[in-house]
């Protein structure tokens, strides 16, 4: 059976004037419309559709992608106020997403850009937005282990630092103590979990702790000195934003890598910048073990051919 909000995979059922009629299971027949009809479309071909309620409050399908289905957070743009209705959102659909007034925990402007979760009104069967999040959150204590990668989606800014959503189900929160530049509220990117405090909540990181941090930063190092040709106008006095921006980690764990990579000679420092030193037999990944240097072996110094003794000066 489809599922509303979801992308689903529907055999064709027949064609008409207005489009494809698809197989909706329980639901029936669902139009997709000609302009959305694949050129390329095969006989007997399912489709990889996404199903919503159009205008009409009919059951359409599309091939177009939403910026957010069912069961998940978005950052959304406010496209107008209905005075009745409430706010309507753009989610690159024809059909733009509704937060009705009661589901806004704060007045909503056109132009404004919100943190919405997109569900589905168990009473009409319609799609829509709600910026009442935390009922929205699993409040269980998670199963994460410290150090686990996760995605996230930054909700909010605190004295604390920025609270965020992870793996879109749980609150978590990056200390700014522990970030090199600031983040914008919307912004989705990969983190990690740092420890899980009781009650559930999460504490984060943008670094990987420990050898797991270091080692793969230390490859990634290698290979972008490899691809500039041997030197990079990056080390320890660079900046956190600049590190940041070419390597994605801190200046922290920048430091760290670039202290393995120095005390394995693998690389030096230029002052400013490093350079790669391709004559060491180091390669990433293994143990930060100090190379063993052979010393060259020297020449024996040349022994003085032995000269005759001076004879005694003759007394008179």
Request: charged share 25%; with cysteine.
């Amino acid at each position: 059976m489809a599922i509303i909000g979801k992308r689903n995979t529907l055999s064709i059922v027949r064609a008409s004037q207005p489009g494809l009629y698809l197989d909706g299971g329980e639901l029936g027949e669902i139009l997709l419309p000609g302009r959305y009809i694949p050129e390329d479309l095969a006989p007997k071909q399912k489709l990889d559709v996404f199903v919503y309620r159009d205008s009409e409050d009919r059951l359409v399908a599309t091939t177009e992608t939403p910026k957010a289905e069912v069961g998940e957070f978005a950052y959304l743009r406010v496209l107008s106020v209905h005075p009745q209705a409430g706010a309507f959102l753009d989610w690159g659909l024809a059909k733009d997403l509704l937060v009705p007034f009661r589901e806004q925990e704060f007045p909503l402007q056109p132009g404004d850009w919100a943190i919405v979760y997109v569900c589905l009104d168990v009473k009409t069967n319609r799609i829509l937005a709600t910026t009442r999040l935390t009922r929205h959150l699993n409040r269980d204590t998670p199963a994460y282990r410290d150090g686990q990668p996760v995605n996230l989606i930054i909700t909010g800014k605190s004295p604390l630092g920025y609270s965020a959503i992870v793996e879109n189900a749980h609150r978590g929160l990056l200390y700014k103590n522990n970030l090199a530049a600031a983040l914008k509220i919307g912004q989705r990117l990969k983190g990690f979990v740092r420890t899980v405090r009781s009650g559930g909540k999460i504490d984060l990181s943008l670094d990987a702790a420990g050898y797991k941090r270091v080692a793969p930063l230390t490859e990634q190092i290698v290979e972008a000195l490899q691809a500039a040709g041997g030197r990079l106008a990056y080390d320890d006095n660079s900046s956190p934003a600049a590190v940041r921006q070419m390597f994605g980690v801190s200046k922290k764990a920048f430091k760290q890598a670039l202290g393995r990579l120095y005390k394995t000679r693998r690389l030096a420092f230029l002052k400013p910048g490093i350079e790669l030193l391709e004559n060491s037999s180091w390669s990433p990944g293994t143990p930060d073990r100090p190379q063993t240097i052979t010393p060259v072996p020297t020449a024996p110094r040349p022994v003085a051919p032995n000269r005759p003794a001076t004879p005694p000066a003759r007394r008179h």
